[in-house]
């Protein structure tokens, strides 16, 4: 049971008020399409059949609606995170109703939209909330699972791997690490199939075997072990990995794949100043040469390392993605042109009905961890201002800019290896 009563509406103190993270105006682009039309019930249902579970907040409950399991305990997670949240900021969130759905991909395309001859083109789309967004498609971008733990691998919650990704940093100084690029992860999926064919002795990949690693305990898996190499290698999966915010926290040199799909704080993040870009089709090539450049250019390489791992530090606090979570719902919230309705068969949920049940283990674990224990008694932080579009086109088209001036180093090195060579 749930008790009988919210907690009261907190009054957080706004004596020393915060800008926001860059990366918080994205809010404004994800709900671009529904600012003229807003949210009627009609629009909201056509997305029904794609989502995992319904989620409703009424007067600072929530109800849940599950209408397919989500694999492992993606849906778990995402909806204990925004319980916490009320706990974080009670009588903050506005009414609502959303769909979540917990897959890889994402679902509302943008082509589905386009006016075409002899189809009928529903406007505006159905509002989708998932982990990634893509620059084709619709979905609504949200802070993921592992935030709050991924028990299945032995991940803990993210203050927890922060505190100890932090140590593990400390065990070997920048200088002494391996001179060379590491990748560790599941290789069977997306574009890391064609990177596990890179055999270069500068490029060190390991393929992740959860089901071995389960049965020893995950005693040669834990992340903040791996931070012993000058580069690490980012590349997605099927989509977006959730391993990005581990890589860049290492303080080496992230080696990032171009990636197709984003999350919500990637974005604001920029080429040469917190990682160094990978062309998707020259993976091998470019890893090969971005190590060669780091090797000869060691400040360098470290101080992008440590922008990198410096832009988690500072803007990933687990306050700003609790504060981007009741920005981007209270915005949400302002769109709903509906009556908000808790449906028959919809289960209220708190700690208490969620946790408790649970004796023991990592699962249980995650949660204690997680469990905010009382309202912040910091306000949330205030949001920046919209993007004006000729700032965004000049944001976008100076991270273009760079990733070309790389691109060309890149070709100008392989070819006088090949001038070398010949001779």
Not at 144 to 168: C, H, Q, T, V, Y
Request: proline share 7%; aromatic share 14%; hydrophobic share 35%.
């Amino acid at each position: 049971m749930c008790p009988a009563s919210n907690p009261e509406k907190s009054q957080p103190s706004k004596d020393d008020p915060e800008t926001c993270p860059d990366y918080f105006r994205w809010i404004y682009k994800d709900l671009e399409a529904w600012r003229e039309t807003g949210i009627t019930r009609e629009t909201l249902e056509r997305a029904s059949d794609k989502a995992h579970f319904r989620l409703i907040i009424k007067g600072g409950r929530v109800y849940v609606q599950q209408y397919k399991k989500s694999f492992q305990t993606r849906d778990v997670f995402t909806i204990w995170g925004i319980v916490q949240l009320l706990r974080m900021y009670p009588g903050q969130v506005p009414d609502l109703e959303l769909l979540f759905m917990c897959d890889d991909l994402p679902e509302i395309w943008r082509r589905d939209y386009r006016p075409r001859p002899g189809v009928n083109v529903t406007w505006p789309p159905s509002p989708l909330f998932h982990y990634c967004g893509h620059s084709g498609a619709f979905d609504i971008v949200f802070p993921d699972w592992s935030f709050w733990g991924w028990p299945e691998i032995n991940i803990r919650e993210w203050n927890k791997m922060l505190e100890a990704i932090s140590e593990g940093i400390k065990k070997v100084k920048w200088e002494e690490r391996e001179p060379y690029a590491y990748w560790k992860g599941n290789a069977r999926v997306g574009k890391r199939r064609d990177l596990m064919n890179c055999h270069d002795p500068m490029v060190h990949l390991y393929r992740q075997d959860w089901w071995k690693e389960g049965s020893i305990g995950y005693k040669t898996s834990n992340l903040e072990d791996q931070c012993t190499h000058r580069y690490k290698i980012y590349v997605e999966g099927r989509a977006w990995s959730v391993s990005e915010k581990y890589i860049l926290a290492c303080d080496s040199m992230t080696l990032l794949v171009k990636p197709f799909y984003f999350d919500f704080f990637t974005r604001s993040l920029v080429p040469m100043e917190h990682y160094w870009p990978i062309r998707p089709r020259e993976k091998c090539s470019d890893i090969v040469f971005a190590v060669h450049w780091g090797n000869n250019n060691t400040k360098k390489a470290k101080a992008i390392g440590r922008n990198g791992s410096g832009y988690i530090r500072k803007n990933l606090k687990m306050k700003y993605v609790y504060d981007y979570m009741l920005h981007l719902l209270q915005s949400y919230g302002k769109l709903m042109k509906m009556n908000v309705e808790v449906p028959q068969g919809a289960k209220e949920v708190c700690p208490e009905t969620m946790a408790c049940p649970i004796n023991g283990g990592r699962m249980r674990q995650s949660m204690d961890d997680s469990l905010v224990m009382s309202p912040s008694v910091k306000a949330a932080c205030e949001m920046p201002p919209p993007f004006e579009e000729d700032e965004l086109k000049r944001f976008l088209e100076k991270k273009e800019s760079i990733e070309k001036e790389v691109e060309k180093w890149t070709n100008e090195y392989w070819e006088e290896q090949k001038k070398i060579l010949k001779h």
